[in-house]
């Protein structure tokens, strides 16, 4: 049972949005900043969001991410088949003086 | 583009050791945090270890390899090494050699990742 929490799968068709949501608590999201991954099985998994909604260059603005109090979601808009892939939330939390990652949610486009 | 390029992963019988080590190709690697992230079949990413910049002598171990694991790093080499011991069934999975950017938890380069088996 990872400590911040991800539901384990979200759906969406091309073209539509779908929004990841990240639950944690005040010792990890509500105190640290939240950073998201993207994760095709079998390639490295990739940076999409830092410090809660800041984008590496080279990732497309229909990806975003927004934190309040102890939760963070990963939005993404205009779907694409690309995007079937693993989202991992990630924090620091300062109890437990450890990096987490959240349970990972399994995107089906 | 920094690379990491890790090595010694395979198979393994209970109880057995292996070594894993991710050579940098980057010029800042004795100013940067290195760490092994697992995942074993069907389950989630997960932090093993990471250990801080010469000077500090930080590391980190999760719960499951505390006792067992062992993190180095040779800053001449640019490499970073973990040592494995005392392995189970539960340490299979693919470990990728993780490069921290600025502060944990990001992640600024992964290696491609290398997959360690323990089986009878």
């Known amino acids: 049972q990872s400590v911040l929490t991800q539901p384990p799968s979200a759906s969406g068709t091309p073209g539509q949005s779908v929004t990841i949501f990240c639950s944690g608590t005040?010792?990890?999201?509500?105190?640290?900043?939240v950073y998201w991954y993207q994760h095709v099985p079998g390639t490295a998994p990739k940076l999409l969001i830092y410090?809660?909604?800041q984008r590496p260059s080279g990732v497309p603005d229909r990806f975003s991410g927004s934190k309040s109090g102890t939760s963070a979601s990963l939005a993404i808009s205009g779907l694409r088949s690309e995007d079937e892939a693993d989202y991992y939330c990630?924090?620091?939390?300062?109890?437990?003086?450890?990096?987490?990652f959240g349970g990972g949610t399994k995107l089906t486009v | 583009q920094v690379q990491l390029v890790e090595s010694g992963g395979g198979s393994v019988e209970p109880g057995g050791s292996l070594r894993l080590s991710c050579v940098s190709s980057?010029?800042?690697?004795?100013?940067?945090?290195f760490g092994w992230i697992r995942q074993a079949p069907g389950k989630g990413l997960e932090w093993v270890s990471y250990?801080?910049?010469?000077?500090?002598?930080?590391?980190f171990y999760s719960d499951s390899a505390k006792g067992r694991f062992m993190i180095s790093r040779d800053d001449a080499r640019k490499s970073v090494s973990l040592q494995m011991n005392s392995l189970t069934a539960d340490d299979s999975g693919t470990y990728y050699c993780?490069?921290?950017?600025?502060?944990?938890?990001?992640?600024?380069?992964w290696g491609k990742g290398i997959l360690v088996a323990v089986s009878s």
């Open positions: 250990i801080a910049v010469t000077s500090t002598g930080d590391t």
């Open positions: 993780a490069r921290v950017e600025s502060q944990l938890p990001r992640v600024g380069q």
């Open positions: 990630a924090s620091w939390d300062a109890r437990l003086r450890a990096p987490l």
């Open positions: 980057g010029s800042n690697f004795k100013y940067e945090y």
């Open positions: 410090i809660n909604d």
């Open positions: 005040r010792s990890n999201i509500g105190g640290n900043h």
